[in-house]
C-alpha cells in the first residue's frame, strides 16, 4: 500500500523566518515520484516539484529547497525567509510507477505567515 | 503557459439532481484525471481516463459517477443523483501521453476546481 503522511497539520511563522514542511511516504515500488503541490486560499492545485526515486540530488529554485532522502522515506520542503505570500495549503504527494496513474497526496500542511 | 481549465468554478444543486462538471484538460496531453477534495480533508483520486476509457478507479467512483470525453476537448465528469457528501471541490488534472514523457516528468497538472454545493 502507498502512503504519505505530514504529521504538521498547521505551521505559523513570522515573516522572513525559515520553515520546514515534513513528508514521510510508504510505497513498495522501487520506481515512484514524489510531488509537492501548493494550494493557495483561491484553492487551486500549483505543481512545485517532482522527484524520481532514483534521483536523491537535493534540489533549489529560488527560495525553495527539497531534501529528498531514500534511507528515511522522507521528502521535506524547506522556505527560506517565509513571505506573507508563502500562506498556502502544502500537499506531498507519491505516484508509484506500478500504479502510475494515481497520485496519492497526504493530509496536507497548512502554513500561516504572519507579517 | 497552457492550463487545466474547469467550468463552473462553483455549483449549486439540490440533492438527487444530476450535475456534469467540465475540463477542458491541456492540449496535447492523452491522461485524464478527477480527484475530489471534501472541505479540509485530503485530495483523493476518483478516476483515470485514457484511450476512450477508464484505466483506473477508486471506490469512491461508485456508479453514480462517469466520465467522458465527448469532443477533441472536454472532459466531464457527471454525477448522476447528487447526495449531500457529494459536496466537495472537484480537480481535474491531465498529464502527457508518451511513456518516455511519463517515465521523466509524471506530472499531473491540475485546474483551479469546481466547489459543488449539494443542497
Known amino acids: 500500500a502507498q502512503k504519505v503522511t505530514q504529521a504538521q497539520t498547521e505551521i505559523s511563522v513570522v515573516e522572513k523566518e525559515d520553515v520546514t514542511l515534513d513528508c514521510v511516504y510508504e510505497?513498495?515500488?522501487?520506481?515512484?515520484?514524489l510531488f509537492w503541490y501548493k494550494q493557495p486560499p483561491s484553492g487551486e492545485l500549483v505543481f512545485l516539484i517532482r522527484?524520481?526515486?532514483?534521483?536523491?540530488q537535493n534540489e533549489i529554485s529560488g527560495r525553495y529547497s527539497w531534501n529528498f532522502q531514500k534511507s528515511t522515506s522522507s521528502f521535506n520542503f524547506t522556505i527560506t525567509a517565509s513571505q506573507v505570500v508563502d500562506s498556502a495549503v502544502y500537499f506531498c504527494?507519491?505516484?508509484?510507477?506500478?500504479?502510475?496513474?494515481?497520485?496519492?497526496f497526504g493530509p496536507g500542511t497548512s502554513l500561516s505567515v504572519i507579517p | 503557459e497552457p492550463e487545466v481549465t474547469q467550468t463552473p468554478s462553483h455549483q449549486v444543486t439540490q440533492m438527487g439532481q444530476e450535475v456534469i462538471l467540465r475540463c477542458v484538460p491541456i492540449s496535447n496531453h492523452l491522461y485524464f484525471y478527477w480527484y475530489r477534495q471534501i472541505l479540509g480533508q485530503k485530495v483523493e483520486f476518483l478516476v483515470s481516463?485514457?484511450?476512450?476509457?477508464?484505466?483506473?478507479k477508486s471506490e469512491i467512483f461508485d456508479d453514480q459517477f462517469s466520465v467522458e470525453r465527448p469532443d477533441g476537448s472536454n472532459f466531464t465528469l457527471k454525477i448522476r443523483s447528487t447526495k449531500l457528501e457529494d459536496s466537495a471541490m472537484y480537480f481535474c488534472a491531465s498529464k502527457e501521453g508518451t511513456l518516455d514523457e511519463i517515465l521523466a516528468k509524471n506530472i499531473q497538472y491540475f485546474g483551479a476546481g469546481t466547489r459543488l454545493s449539494v443542497l
Open positions: 504527494a507519491l505516484s508509484a510507477i506500478t500504479s502510475y496513474d494515481k497520485v496519492i
Open positions: 481516463f485514457y484511450n476512450n476509457e477508464i484505466s483506473e
Open positions: 510505497t513498495r515500488d522501487t520506481t515512484y515520484y
Open positions: 522527484r524520481n526515486s532514483f534521483d536523491e
